[in-house]
């Protein structure tokens, strides 16, 4: 019997390379300064040691966050 294979698998967490990556290759230190200076920016949770987002967390705040001819606003 051949089991069906999901079509696509979205992940529901990234780590800090998946936000860099989400917003356009930024840097771990651009991911620092948002979490320290922009309280709207998402805050993490963490699996052990490693902080994670929710990908929904992360295209809510791209969607309400000015941006700038670069992406969003650093």
Known sequence: MTEAKPESIKAVYVPTKGVQAFFGGKSRMWVARKLKNDPRFPK????????HWRV??????????PTTPEGVAA
């Open 44 to 51: 993490p949770v963490y699996f052990g040691k490693l902080p």
């Open 56 to 65: 929904e967390w992360l295209e809510k705040y791209a969607a309400e966050a």
